[in-house]
């Protein structure tokens, strides 16, 4: 009896070793790739928002890249690979489009769900400045920075919508299910004088983001309002002017470049990343910007008489060109 036993326990030990042996030699996908969050970035080619597919595929996220150029796209590719922020190519989806077109931002998201399945993160970053007093600027720049600014944003979100609403959670992440982060600005929560193009459509887009962030946080999307005051991203070079263009030039290069007074791209990406995952409601960057956004909501007074006087004794004065043009 004792030899049977003997004999069954070494026939069960074998189908345990053969079975472990069996699990362990399966044909497996690439470790943890189920679970590596998508970020979709538009406006990824360049600026910040380079700065946060290095962010982001530093963490191991699989990125797709949105830009009109498909050579800006290549030359982000060929950056983050070199840098060793992303490790492999083939974690780089480059999609060129021009998303104030919304049949080309459905078309995009169509793509970039085809080839990966889901977007966990999307990151709207894509946008224009112009730069000038009201007297000098032609309604065009009105229209190209809605379209450009708020347009884009809106199309994108609205074309993803249903996917992001749809998608099952990530492992580990609490049952939320996916996030939205719309980079707006401080001039989307108090008006700057000579930045009245951008200021209307980023005050367009944080309306829009924090109605967002009402209706869906409950239903599993998480909304981020991004409004970062001075950054140096390199947007100022491509900024566009009217007005007396080489005074105009001169107070915004100088805001956008001063270390102290602009943050710096790295350091604004590290923590959207860090507000997103943790869900935060609104990120305003730079302490100046904070203290701006809070003395315009509790005395918008001052601030409206503060930028009065800036506007008057600072900036340069119209010169009725209604021109635009652009920088460099």
């Not at 189908?15 to 996908?29: C, D, K, Q, V």
Request: proline share 5%; hydrophobic share 45%.
């Amino acid at each position: 009896m004792s030899t049977f036993n003997t004999a069954r326990a070494t026939q069960i030990t074998v189908a345990i070793s053969a079975l472990t042996a069996a699990w362990f030699l399966r044909p497996r996908r690439e470790s943890g790739s189920k679970h590596r969050p998508i970020v979709l970035i538009t406006g990824g080619a360049s600026g910040l928002g380079l700065e946060l597919a290095r962010v982001y595929g530093r963490s191991g996220a699989r990125l797709i890249l949105v830009s009109r150029s498909q050579d800006h796209l290549e030359e982000a590719r060929t950056s983050l690979l070199t840098a060793g922020d992303v490790q492999k190519p083939t974690d780089i989806l480059l999609l060129p489009a021009d998303l104030s077109d919304k049949a080309a931002a459905k078309q995009v998201i169509e793509l970039a769900i085809g080839h990966l399945e889901r977007i966990d993160v999307l990151i709207n970053c894509a946008g224009i400045i112009e730069v000038g007093p009201i007297e000098d600027q032609p309604l065009e720049a009105f229209e190209s920075a809605m379209k450009n600014n708020f347009f884009t944003a809106l199309y994108t979100t609205q074309a993803a919508l249903p996917y992001l609403l749809a998608q099952p959670s990530l492992e580990g992440r609490r049952g939320r299910r996916a996030s939205i982060v719309n980079i707006s600005s401080i001039g989307g929560k108090m008006a700057v004088p000579h930045l009245l193009p951008y200021t209307a459509s980023k005050f367009a887009l944080t309306g829009y983001s924090e109605g967002l962030h009402a209706e869906l946080r409950t239903k599993g999307v998480r909304v981020t309002t991004v409004c970062p005051g001075l950054m140096r991203t390199g947007s100022h070079v491509r900024a566009q002017f009217v007005g007396d263009i080489k005074k105009e030039e001169t107070w915004f290069d100088l805001g956008a470049t001063t270390p102290g007074v602009a943050a710096s791209v790295q350091h604004a990406a590290r923590i959207i990343r860090s507000a997103q995952r943790s869900g935060r409601f609104e990120l305003i960057i730079t302490p100046q910007a904070w203290l701006a956004a809070r003395v315009t909501g509790l005395a918008p007074g001052v601030t409206a008489v503060a930028s009065s006087l800036a506007n008057q004794f600072v900036l340069p004065a119209p010169i009725g060109n209604r021109t635009i043009q652009s920088h460099g």
